[in-house]
């Protein structure tokens, strides 16, 4: 049988912690990552201002990805579209277009509650 590599994300447009570690079933689940997203400062051109916010949530999403090597399940939470987008993101990347998603709306958790939701959906 396969190996399965499963993670979770919880995440809102600023931050995220990503759970994982599963390289076989039965194996519990860590806390891999907290992800900061950068704020993107006030630009006068409105133009320059939507760029650079694609730009910084690119590289956001590009980080909490780097800590799911060679997944095949994620389940992403939060609050907000942001996992909406980032399932998007995770369905246009090569190495992610073989993985099963899925997505919840959750509050802000503690790690330990969210290891225990991510355990729970997966």
Same mark, same amino acid.
């Given at each position: 049988?396969?190996?399965?590599?499963?993670?979770?994300?919880?995440?809102?447009?600023?931050?995220?912690?990503?759970?994982?570690?599963?390289?076989?079933?039965?194996?519990?689940?860590?806390?891999?990552?907290?992800?900061?997203?950068?704020?993107?400062?006030?630009?006068?051109? +409105? *133009?320059?201002?939507?760029?650079?916010?694609? @730009?910084? =949530?690119? /590289?956001?999403? $590009?980080?909490?990805? #780097?800590?799911?090597?060679?997944?095949?399940?994620?389940?992403?939470?939060?609050?907000?579209?942001?996992? +909406? *987008?980032?399932?998007?993101?995770?369905?246009? @990347?090569? =190495?992610? /277009?073989?993985? $099963?998603?899925?997505? #919840?709306?959750?509050?802000?958790?503690?790690?330990?509650?969210?290891?225990?939701?991510?355990?729970?959906?997966?």
């Amino acid at each position: 049988m396969n190996k399965q590599k499963q993670f979770g994300v919880w995440m809102d447009n600023h931050q995220a912690t990503v759970v994982g570690g599963a390289d076989t079933e039965g194996e519990a689940l860590t806390v891999l990552a907290h992800v900061k997203g950068e704020v993107n400062s006030p630009n006068s051109n +409105e *133009k320059h201002s939507n760029n650079n916010e694609k @730009t910084i =949530q690119a /590289k956001f999403f $590009k980080e909490i990805a #780097s800590h799911m090597v060679n997944a095949t399940h994620v389940h992403v939470t939060g609050t907000g579209q942001a996992q +909406e *987008k980032f399932i998007s993101y995770l369905a246009s @990347t090569p =190495q992610f /277009k073989n993985s $099963k998603t899925a997505e #919840s709306t959750s509050n802000k958790m503690s790690d330990e509650k969210l290891i225990d939701f991510i355990t729970g959906k997966l």
